[in-house]
């Protein structure tokens, strides 16, 4: 069974930072590209950040580019999400997805607040 | 970027009626169109991949239509269970975009 699960969400003043983390098992990793999604408080979905399967590949969303860096460890099955610079428009639940073209299998999702 | 527009934004639906969704793309995506269903506090779950492909473990109810800028979601006989919010995405290229969303309520 795929299980993915998103760490690290919390409270963060804006202008801070925090890493999330996505831990992956049921399926190889290695093979597999990712992404992060995020969905404010009421609102519908949008796409931050994709990486491929041998980081070779990154892409970004134009609202979290230069601020978010996307990355992964294959060895750990993990799936990182560094962001800096918060806003309060980045208040979200950050959900870490699978792809295979589309998105296959998703997270719980981990909560952000940004917020003074 | 493309853009993806659903159509309701809403609708009231009874048990055992038949619902389509509507999704359209701002530019031709072929048949990359994906369908997803989200009920409060959880994750979005895939229903429907290639516009018409059930995803494993999907039930026949749903079916997904279209290709190039027009889309469809049915649900053929609505039960309980499928009161939710259905969201469709564009993979044809990035940035990955998603329509706004159907909230599928209870008559």
């Known amino acids: 069974e795929v299980q993915l699960v998103e760490s690290g969400g919390g409270l963060v003043q804006p202008g801070g930072a925090l890493r999330l983390s996505c831990a992956a098992s049921?399926?190889?990793?290695?093979?597999?590209?990712m992404n992060w999604v995020r969905q404010a408080p009421g609102k519908g979905l949008e796409w931050v950040s994709y990486i491929s399967s041998s980081s070779s590949t990154i892409y970004y969303a134009d609202s979290v580019k230069g601020r978010f860096t996307i990355s992964r460890d294959n060895a750990k099955n993990s799936l990182y999400l560094q962001m800096n610079s918060l806003r309060d428009e980045d208040t979200a639940v950050y959900y870490c997805?699978?792809?295979?073209?589309?998105?296959?299998?998703w997270g719980q999702g981990t909560l952000v607040t940004v917020s003074s | 970027d493309i853009q993806m527009t659903q159509s309701p934004s809403s609708l009231s639906a009874s048990v055992g009626d038949r619902v389509t969704i509507t999704c359209r793309a701002s530019q031709g995506i072929s048949n990359f169109l994906a369908w997803f269903q989200q009920k409060p506090g959880k994750a979005p779950k895939s229903l429907i991949y290639?516009?018409?492909s059930l995803q494993s473990g999907v039930p026949s109810k749903f079916s997904g239509s279209g290709s190039g800028t027009d889309f469809t979601l049915t649900i053929s006989s609505l039960q309980p269970e499928d009161f939710a919010t259905y969201y469709c995405?564009?993979?044809?290229?990035?940035?990955?975009?998603f329509g706004q969303g159907t909230k599928v309520e209870i008559k």
């Open positions: 995405q564009q993979y044809n290229s990035y940035p990955r975009t």
């Open positions: 290639a516009a018409s």
């Open positions: 997805a699978r792809s295979s073209g589309p998105f296959d299998d």
């Open positions: 049921g399926f190889t990793f290695s093979t597999y590209s």
